[in-house]
């Protein structure tokens, strides 16, 4: 693993997420080569129309992409390591607040899952890094994952 892109929608507003982003930010780029990307979330109540912009953005920024949902495959760390080695780059998408449309969903190379349980998209970024983080300690034998 050499880099990994990281593409999510919107702004992370809550500063106890924000905190832990910059925290697992820093862990990770020690180890290797990490680039995250904002895209512009939709507001307004029509949840289908935001979808349909944001997939706009989306495949316009990663025509190839692993997509995270709780719909996706499930993994334990150690397993989740393995997979995020056996690529030399990977690009990760998660969705704004209404999910992503159908067609981000099929276009995806692959669609996996931090839990089945649903969690908000800021709530899904930190606990993405901190997964990376440990991926990154797991694959180097450090003390972090017991």
Do not use: C
């Amino acid at each position: 693993m050499r880099k990994i892109s990281i593409l999510w929608v919107g702004r992370t507003k809550e500063p106890f997420v924000r905190e832990g982003i910059k925290k697992y930010t820093g862990l990770i780029k020690r180890f290797l080569s990490l680039e995250v990307i904002e895209l512009k979330e939709e507001k307004g109540k029509d949840s289908e129309r935001a979808r349909l912009r944001e997939a706009e953005r989306i495949l316009r920024k990663a025509p190839e992409y692993i997509l995270l949902s709780e719909k996706g495959r499930l993994m334990n760390s150690l397993e989740f390591s393995e997979y995020l080695f056996s690529v030399d780059r990977a690009v990760m998408v998660i969705g704004g607040p209404f999910g992503v449309s159908k067609e981000v969903e099929q276009r995806a190379m692959d669609i996996i899952s931090l839990s089945p349980m649903t969690m908000t998209h800021e709530l899904a970024r930190l606990v993405l890094l901190e997964q990376i983080y440990r991926a990154i300690t797991i694959k180097k034998g450090m003390r972090y994952h017991h």
